[in-house]
């Protein structure tokens, strides 16, 4: 019998004719015994990466993941291939936890994937101890970093793999790693680790911010003309925002489901089996929903408040057309956004120095928030990735009209100052705009800022373009914004390179508000439309794919992904031969379900 090969593999069980990028680098490199350092963006196949040589080496691979969910997908997608998978987490019983553990200690899995926090007890160990061990595979290893966006004290501790079973490989995986978390990683839970860094870029995804005006008017908006009847997530910072939007989308006809910690936990399970199982789910969440949730077919995420930093913006935008499909990554972004980011950051217990670190953070964040070139250009660049504009995102789509808006910002700084100085005190956004217009309210006349020499000198402005220019200057430091006092507008020491002419101000024109919303489909990012003989055999085929899936106990996606059954509907093989040349049927799959597929096409 010849010998396996990665190739072999990956066709045989996975049903894949090539690899991705370097996956077969990492492969090799591992299954050689060498230790390696993985970031690959979310979609990009990472799971291959220990997966299949933990078929190539004697012993069980152990997974380490934070995900319950990941994991539970994870195994139900092996079994379905034939691989011998199982977990070992909370979810178990003890009878069930003893099952798998035998199992290990006999040499019948193949993979086995269990939480951080049970493999730091003493009796996950001793069980290790007695089991032939292919490699370590650690997953979301950027939660090692005490300086990332989702630190977790226990994967710090996971250095003792490396130190109790020195001789076994490890591979450390994550889809977002700055250079300072990638250094923290290898320190930490590797040994001289080769470190393989694909493309950030997830040329499917399309980016675009929208200014902040009716969040919840402008989300069903997007829906309707974008994705309706799609799966969504929406992501919110505040639980009740969450349920008000879910709430609000449901009372449009949008099937739209809340998930926060704040919920019953039956509640939870249920909006997650739902988004999983069933076609076109929105999920309106807290963001952490979707960690670990392996869906392939999700056509959008949304924000309706700015993430703290890039590397959790792209994780989250990444949950998103996972299949290689097109997606929209859609955020709402205002000025409140910087406020309670910033607000939040002075108001949390962490030293200086992690505030400064996450003040930095999120400038990164607001300076891809506010650019006006290419979005996936910034986007790369934060993580050190060179790259041309992608013809794909809002800015390239329709570039932004930006207007030099020094003298704007000088008059506007002006006053504020003025404003403070005749009432001794400093005003609000709002009421510092009415002067710049010479709107006459009774707080300005109370205050009597109409007599100011700033009155009305910005009546050449719209209210909104004001709004959007004092973002940018806070954004940029130069205002601050008092929040234990009323929100007033202060100027900063950085402001007066600005007022002294030394610094320059540039800005989009605001946008001109959106229409109300109508009730269309139309989906200029959609996939290629299948033709009027190919959609009734895909709709066949996703209707038993659902049957299976239920009959099974595991989402449909695990089954098959739409991009198979659309390569079916497409090609209508009339063989199992034929069948077997499609992406995505392995042997395992091809033995059970191929007389099915056959049928349903011949059917057609």
Request: proline fraction near 4%; include cysteine.
């Amino acid at each position: 019998m010849a010998a396996r090969t990665p190739e072999s593999v990956l066709k045989q069980v996975f049903g894949y004719d090539r690899f991705r990028g370097f996956q077969r680098d990492v492969i090799e490199h591992v299954v050689a015994g060498g230790d390696a350092l993985v970031l690959m963006p979310t979609g990009g196949g990472k799971s291959l990466c220990y997966q299949i040589p933990a078929l190539l080496r004697p012993g069980v691979a152990v997974v380490e993941s934070p995900l319950i969910a990941l994991m539970q997908d994870q195994v139900a997608a092996l079994e379905e291939l034939g691989v011998r998978a199982a977990l070992l987490n909370s979810t178990l019983s003890a009878g069930e936890a003893a099952a798998v553990e035998r199992q290990m200690r006999a040499g019948e899995l193949d993979l086995v994937y269990i939480a951080p926090e049970r493999l730091l007890t003493e009796r996950c160990q001793n069980l290790l101890a007695g089991c032939a061990l292919a490699l370590f595979a650690i997953d979301e290893a950027h939660c090692v970093s005490q300086w990332g966006h989702d630190f977790r004290p226990e994967y710090g501790q996971l250095s003792l793999l490396r130190e109790r079973w020195p001789q076994v490989p490890r591979i450390a995986l994550t889809a977002t790693a700055d250079a300072p978390t990638r250094g923290e990683i290898a320190e930490k839970l590797l040994a001289e680790p080769r470190v393989f860094v694909a493309s950030f870029d997830r040329p499917n995804i399309r980016y675009r911010v929208v200014e902040k005006r009716e969040p919840r008017e402008q989300l069903l908006r997007f829906i309707r003309a974008e994705r309706e009847g799609e799966a969504g997530i929406v992501y919110c910072l505040a639980r009740a925002t969450v349920e008000q939007v879910a709430a609000h989308l449901a009372a449009e006809g949008i099937a739209a489901l809340p998930y926060h910690a704040g919920l019953p936990a039956d509640e939870r399970k249920r909006a997650q089996q739902r988004f999983k199982g069933e076609d076109g789910i929105v999920i309106v969440a807290t963001i952490a929903f979707g960690m670990g949730i392996d869906k392939p077919d999700v056509r959008f995420v949304a924000h309706l408040d700015m993430p703290k930093s890039v590397e959790g913006y792209f994780q989250e935008t990444g949950r998103a057309g996972r299949d290689g499909l097109p997606a929209d990554a859609w955020m709402a972004y205002g000025l409140q956004d910087v406020v309670q980011q910033r607000r939040l950051i002075e108001l949390s217990d962490a030293d200086e120095a992690y505030k400064r670190l996450s003040t930095a953070k999120l400038d990164s964040m607001l300076a891809l928030a506010e650019a006006a070139d290419c979005r996936r250009v910034r986007l790369l660049g934060y993580f050190g990735e060179e790259s041309q504009a992608c013809g794909n995102c809002d800015n390239c789509l329709a570039p932004p009209r930006l207007w030099d808006a020094t003298e704007a910002a000088q008059k506007l700084l002006s006053c504020i100052y003025r404003c403070q100085q005749a009432g001794g005190f400093g005003f609000a956004a709002t009421h510092v705009i009415d002067v710049l217009r010479g709107k006459v309210t009774d707080k300005t006349t109370k205050f009597h800022h109409d007599k100011l020499s700033t009155f009305g000198i910005g009546a050449d402005l719209s209210e909104a373009d004001w709004r959007t220019l004092l973002r940018q200057l806070v954004a940029q430091h130069l205002v601050e914004v008092d929040h234990d006092k009323f929100n007033v507008l202060r100027r900063t020491e950085a402001s007066r390179a600005v007022l002294r002419g030394e610094r320059r101000i540039a800005m989009r024109h605001s946008v001109v508000p959106e229409k109300p919303a109508r009730k269309r489909k139309a989906a200029a990012t959609a996939a290629p439309a299948l033709s009027a003989g190919q959609q009734p055999l895909f709709d066949r085929l996703r209707d038993w794919r659902a049957q299976v899936a239920a009959e099974h106990g595991v989402p449909a996606y695990v089954v098959f992904h739409d991009a198979t059954l659309r390569a079916i509907a497409e090609l209508k093989p009339q063989s199992l031969v034929a069948l077997a040349g499609i992406s995505g049927l392995g042997e395992r799959k091809l033995a059970r379900y191929g007389a099915d597929l056959l049928r349903i096409v011949g059917s057609a």
